[in-house]
């Protein structure tokens, strides 16, 4: 049973650098989302995709964010210059559509540091 | 706009004693509902839902809840609470239309041995 995997686990990084996440749903998972908990809140909404579009993307995606699923399979998530207020833990899911969509299967996630 | 409160930032109960955690969500419509559970450094790992018909729902790990439409509330219990379920738990609706997740602040529980 492959669930969705996040790589890595967990990401130490200087302000102003770059850092890539990726994210493996499940194998015939069409949809994938991306979400951001900070420490004491549920996860926030950022991102999610429909096979390989982006269909919609949240306010809290500034333009330092990007996200990608090129085949529409893994996606990466990808924050430019980070900044100490990117600190989170970031999460990934999917869903199958023909299923409804409804539910959503979480990965582990990425845990960011941003020191 | 659709929200979901969690009242109880922190609950602690003994072992062995009931517990009921609380949700309220505001939705105009019936929404789809769940209960998640995340264990420290963890992620979402889903203790049931509610989509439609009965409104007591039976999910896993002995966690049950009942969807009640005139007070908007979608409350979990568990008759009698192990040590290991200690973990942070968070309430979800889904709405159709926006196709994502909207979670609660969560609520943080402690069992006492």
């Known amino acids: 049973d492959t669930g969705v995997s996040q790589d890595p686990r967990h990401k130490i990084t200087k302000r102003g650098q770059n850092v890539t996440f990726r994210c493996d749903p499940i194998?015939?998972?069409?949809?994938l989302y991306w979400y951001r908990q900070t420490l004491g809140q549920g996860p926030e909404f950022l991102t999610y995709?429909?096979?390989?579009?982006?269909?919609?993307k949240s306010r809290l995606l500034s333009d330092r964010f990007s996200a990608e699923r090129p085949k529409g399979s893994f996606s990466t998530l990808e924050i430019q210059r980070t900044e100490q207020g990117d600190s989170a833990m970031y999460l990934c899911?999917?869903?199958?559509?023909?299923?409804?969509?409804?539910?959503?299967?979480f990965g582990p996630g990425t845990r960011l540091t941003v020191l | 706009a659709q929200s979901v409160t969690q009242p109880d930032i922190h609950i602690t109960v003994s072992e062995g004693a009931s517990l009921e955690l609380r949700c309220n969500y505001s939705?105009?419509?019936?929404?789809?509902l769940f209960w998640y559970v995340q264990s420290p450094g963890q992620g979402l790992q889903l203790l049931l839902k509610?989509?439609?018909?009965?409104?007591l729902v039976q999910g896993i790990k002995g966690f049950e809840a009942e969807f009640k439409r005139s007070q908007s509330s979608f409350n979990l219990r568990k008759p009698s609470v192990h040590w290991s379920d200690a973990a942070e738990y968070f309430c979800?609706?889904?709405?159709?239309?926006?196709?994502?997740?909207?979670f609660g602040t969560g609520t943080r529980l402690k069992v006492l041995a």
């Open positions: 899911a999917s869903s199958l559509l023909a299923s409804g969509g409804t539910e959503q299967f």
């Open positions: 979800a609706v889904y709405t159709s239309g926006t196709y994502k997740y909207i």
């Open positions: 509610y989509f439609s018909g009965d409104t």
């Open positions: 194998s015939e998972h069409n949809r």
């Open positions: 939705y105009g419509a019936t929404p789809y």
């Open positions: 995709f429909q096979n390989e579009a982006q269909l919609e």
